[in-house]
């Protein structure tokens, strides 16, 4: 079946430092990738996403591209801010999938100090 | 847009209760989405709905939970009776289209604490 396996937090982060947050997946053909967001106290928020391989998501200064060969969609971000504390989830579509049947990594929490 | 709603946002309750989880999608969306949160078993989908019907009830986890859609704007998921291990935080989730990348959008969740 398909599987996300995202690096275990917590992650730690000073502002203005470089984040990534690992991401590998497991799945037949091509499924699509996602990072979703979670803030304190609210749902989930899509970041990015990308669908077929080699594409890169890109929002609000956070990347991924969809690599094949290392079925991989690390999350990165050149500056982070305190603002972008939250947890991050990597999540995929299985390609014989008819529907946005979302399956999810563990969630990584991610906190930036001043 | 007001987004997703659910409601209660909270919800604590005794073993053996019965429990209602509402939740009202974004108008025009045709399809919604039960999520489970929890510490050991992450982010699952429950069931999918898509125009009012139920297409995929594969991740409802015993017959004691149920949920149903009347109508496009109003979905219910029950569960009776409670048990400890539901504790958990119950998000909707509702997109435009049944697309395999249509986004997702969610609501913030209800807590559920059963005692």
């Known amino acids: 079946g398909n599987s996300v396996t995202q690096m275990e937090g917590p992650v730690t982060l000073s502002e203005e430092a470089f984040l990534t947050i690992n991401c590998t997946y497991t799945?037949?053909?091509?499924?699509?990738l996602f990072w979703y967001v979670q803030y304190p106290g609210e749902g989930l928020q899509l970041l990015l996403k990308?669908?077929?391989?080699?594409d890169k998501g890109s929002n609000k200064g956070f990347e991924a591209t969809y690599r094949k060969e290392t079925t991989s969609f690390h999350l990165e971000k050149g500056s982070v801010q305190v603002s972008d504390s939250a947890v991050y989830f990597c999540a995929l579509i299985g390609a014989g999938t008819s529907y946005g049947k979302l399956t999810f990594g563990q969630g990584t929490i991610l906190t930036v100090h001043p | 847009d007001a987004g997703v709603i659910q409601s209660p946002r909270h919800e604590v309750t005794e073993m053996g209760q019965e429990v209602t989880l509402r939740c009202k999608p974004i108008?025009?969306?045709?399809?919604l989405f039960w999520y489970r949160q929890t510490m050991m078993r992450g982010l699952e989908l429950l069931i999918y709905?898509?125009?009012?019907?139920?297409?995929?009830d594969s991740g409802m986890p015993e017959d004691r939970f149920s949920a149903k859609m009347p109508n496009a704007s109003f979905s219910t998921l029950k569960i009776q009776p409670s048990e400890p291990r539901d504790s958990a935080v119950y998000f909707c989730?509702?997109?435009?289209?049944?697309?395999?990348?249509?986004?997702?959008?969610f609501g913030p969740g209800t807590r559920l604490t059963v005692l």
């Open positions: 709905f898509n125009n009012n019907v139920p297409i995929d």
């Open positions: 989730a509702s997109s435009q289209d049944s697309g395999r990348t249509d986004t997702q959008y």
């Open positions: 799945a037949t053909g091509y499924p699509s």
């Open positions: 108008s025009g969306h045709n399809s």
């Open positions: 990308a669908t077929k391989a080699d």
